[in-house]
C-alpha cells in the first residue's frame, strides 16, 4: 500500500483481499479518477465526501484493491418516518421476541420516526463492477459495520434510496418499503432482531 495508515477492516473478495478505510488524505489523489458511471456517486466522491467526512454530517469509507480505489460507501445517522403498516410489523416482531425471551420489560415504538443508518452513497468503480466485489462489500462489510453502529449508537436496520440499483439491493435481502413518483424507492435491511440479541446478552452478562 501507498500509505502507512492501518486499514479498518480486511474483506476477502474474488479478487483477494482488499482492505477499508476511513477516508484521508493518503488517497486523494485517487478521489479524482474515480468513476462508477452515476454522476451524483462520481461527484460526491470527488467534490463532497472529505468535507462532508470533516464536519461531521457523515462518514465515509474507502474499499482500496489492487491500490486502486474500488469503491466506497457513506454512511449518516437518519430518523425515518416509517408507514404505520410497516412499523405496526416491527412491534409485533419485537413483541414476539420479548415473549420468546420472558421479558417483561415494556417497550414503544409509536413514534413517528424510527431511528436508523442511512446508506447515503455507496459506488463501485466500473473497473470493478460485474466482478463480485459490490455483493461482497455489502455483505463483508457494510452490514456487519451498520450491525455495530446499531447496538453501539441505537438504530433498527439500513435506509437507502436508490433509483438504479433496485435488484442489486433486493438480492441483497433488502425490503421495498417506498417508491416515488420518480422512479426511486426506498430500501430497508433489519436489524432490529440483532440488536436485541446482542443487547440481551450483554444486558444479563455476568
Known sequence: MST?????DTISTPLGNCYIYTIHSSFLNKLGSFDCGEEEQ???????????????????????CNNDLAGFVSFSSYSYAFAEGFIGKIREAIREEFNKKGLPHKFDINFKKLPVILLG???????????????????SFIIPYSLGYCIRDSCIGILVYTKTSK?????????????????????????YKNVLEVRYRTFLAQ
Open 4 to 8: 502507512n495508515i492501518q486499514p479498518y
Open 42 to 64: 462520481n461527484d460526491f466522491i470527488k467534490r463532497f465526501a472529505v468535507g462532508h467526512y470533516l464536519a461531521g454530517i457523515n462518514h465515509t469509507f474507502l474499499l482500496i
Open 121 to 139: 452513497q455507496l459506488g463501485i468503480d466500473k473497473r470493478y463492477q460485474g466482478r463480485g466485489i459490490g455483493s461482497v462489500f455489502v455483505r
Open 167 to 191: 435488484g442489486f439491493y433486493e438480492k441483497l435481502g433488502f425490503q421495498l418499503i417506498y417508491e416515488d413518483k420518480n422512479g426511486g424507492a426506498n430500501y430497508f435491511y433489519s436489524l
